[in-house]
């Protein structure tokens, strides 16, 4: 690996760090500050939907600005670091506009300002994408996963210093400011934006040039590539193998959002903790991440199959979602019963999503005719997450969370009876499993359809002595050729590393690792990869030949 490359990796540690620190602070005191200055749960519950709407907003934008500038990173990165500023000095004027509307509404704009600077972001993920050898890219992804596990470890530690922030900062000899924990928070994420920026502009490099042409452009042929039009997806979709993932992916995400937007205000009027304790709990949630992560990678090394992982995953939910609901009690609450379900919750999410991806993958790569669109439904895939987080905040704030006055002796349940739908969509999400596994019959072990007799026969032996105008002509090769530029496309590899990952008011699970069928799936796209591009190269050195002739 080039030197340049590693002095740019340095620089995405850093990164990852420093923003799970900022995540582990922010996150927690989020309620308080709203709050502070007059609002409610629901602002609470809008406040934290507009991050995941701005960073979906420019997602899009983000991406399109790198495919158009030649793969240039600095630039759109410069521009999100701008955007992460701007919406943290909003965040932080809140505190001295008039309390209720303007205030609320100030943190409100801040925190979806900040989800926009957040989407370009990602374009780390974008960049290692392009920038390292595929082969190599699992170790990066794992290894910045494993790193975050430290900046949220030290998020506790920062949220006790934050915690002393108690001054008046004068502006005129008649007018100053106060600075407190929350509103500290807002200077605190705009510092850690200009430390990025000077990070990413010192030490990162832009990936090289690429040279190697798409394969679907190398073979010559004048006709477009043929590509599954929207009929065709919409159809693809009605297949329960297809659909089903989508469902479990967008109910998974709903039912972690309960976690992550509840947590907070629960603990601070149940048991009276700040955002220290609070963070200090995130803190806890990323060791049993790790344990989470360390034995669902064992279960895929012995091959354990997406239908169990899933269900495991599933009744964890289900059980830590009753547990919710009826332990969390202003009456018999403790830091223990409380803490319970949080950390049965973090167990789920490495059981469920590399295994719903891979169940996904199978079923989207089972099918030719959608052969066209498979980064289309990827995106379908990543953005069924993405809904759940924004409508997912607001709901859980205006049905789930009790207001404070209405906790009683008579009724000391933090969360209404809607807090059921956890281990109820749960419960309902096993059914369908069975009904897949048992009713349907669906092969484990299919990565691929099985091919003709005869297709098989020129896929072991292809004839490089022949051209391959004739072979690109076959419908079955074209869409093996466009399959394959999707798949070790840009964004294709963006969203599916987008999928591995939560995060809801700073309380974030990453899932790096593939199931042992996904990566059979990738090793099996990648030896194609290689063959398409021998075979090309021999074509086009026949071509030299014939000309020289």
């Known amino acids: 690996m080039e030197r340049s490359i590693q002095i740019s990796l340095a620089a995405f540690l850093l990164f990852i760090v420093l923003e799970n620190v900022i995540g582990t602070i922010t996150g927690p005191s989020l309620i308080f500050y709203i ?21 979906t907003l420019m997602m899009f934008y983000f991406g399109k600005w790198v495919d158009s500038n030649g793969n240039k990173y600095q630039a759109p990165l410069r521009f999100a670091f701008i955007l992460g500023i701007i919406g943290s000095i909003i965040y932080f004027v809140a505190s001295i506009l008039p309390t209720g509307f303007w205030g609320v509404n100030a943190i409100l704009v801040g925190r979806f300002v900040q989800g926009m600077g957040a989407a370009g972001k990602t374009l780390a993920k974008s960049w290692i994408a392009t920038a390292i050898p595929y082969e190599q890219q699992k170790t990066v992804f794992a290894a910045l996963s494993m790193i975050s596990i430290v900046g949220q470890a030290i998020g506790p530690l920062m949220n006790t210093l934050v915690a002393e922030i108690h001054m008046e900062v004068p502006i005129t000899s008649s007018y100053s400011i106060s600075l407190n924990p929350y509103n500290s928070v807002g200077l605190l994420v705009a510092f850690n934006e200009v430390l990025l920026w000077v990070i990413i502009a010192l030490l990162l490099q832009d990936p090289p040039p690429k040279k190697e042409k798409s394969l679907s452009s190398a073979t010559g042929e004048d006709e477009p590539a043929t590509e599954a039009g929207m009929y065709d997806i919409l159809n693809a979709m009605t297949h329960f193998d297809i659909f089903f993932p989508l469902v479990q992916r967008f109910v998974t995400i709903a039912n972690f959002v309960l976690y992550g937007v509840a947590v907070s205000p629960v603990a601070a009027h149940m048991l009276n903790w700040s955002p220290v304790e609070i963070s200090k709990l995130s803190a806890v949630q990323s060791v049993f991440s790790f344990v989470g992560m360390g ?30 609901y009826f332990d969390w009690r202003a009456d018999t609450a403790t830091a223990i019963s409380f803490s319970i379900p949080i950390i049965l919750m973090t167990l789920v999410y490495p059981f469920t999503s590399p295994a719903n991806q891979s169940s ?157 069928n996904d990566a059979e799936l990738m090793k099996k796209l990648s030896h194609d990869k290689c063959e398409w591009e021998h075979l090309l190269a021999l074509d086009e050195e026949m071509d030299d030949v014939e000309m020289e002739e």
């Open 295 to 324: 034995t669902t990678l064992v279960l895929s090394i012995i091959k354990t199959s997406d239908f169990v992982m899933i269900f495991i995953g599933n009744g964890i939910f289900m059980i830590a979602g009753l547990m919710t």
């Open 360 to 516: 996904f993958n199978k079923a989207v790569f089972s099918r030719p005719e959608i052969a066209g669109s498979i980064g289309v439904l990827q995106s379908i895939y990543t953005q069924a997450a993405t809904i759940a987080g924004i409508v997912g905040p607001p709901f859980v704030t205006s049905y789930v969370l009790r207001d404070p006055k209405d906790i009683s002796l008579s009724s000391p349940y933090a969360l209404s009876p809607w807090a059921l739908y956890v281990p109820i969509s749960s419960f309902l999400l096993i059914l369908g499993l069975l009904y897949e596994e048992f009713v349907i019959g669906k092969n484990e072990l299919g990565l691929l359809p099985d091919k003709t007799k005869e297709a098989a026969e020129d896929e072991a032996s292809p004839d490089e002595t022949s051209k391959l105008v004739a072979d690109k002509k076959r419908k079955s090769t074209r869409r093996s050729v466009v399959e394959i530029d999707q798949v070790f496309s840009r964004k294709y590899e963006v969203d599916r590393r987008m999928s591995s990952e939560i995060s809801i008011n700073g309380i974030g699970i990453v899932n790096p690792f593939e199931t042992a």
């Open 35 to 55: 709050e502070s200055v007059g609002g409610s749960n629901e602002d609470y519950g809008l406040t934290t939907s507009s991050v995941c709407l701005g960073m």
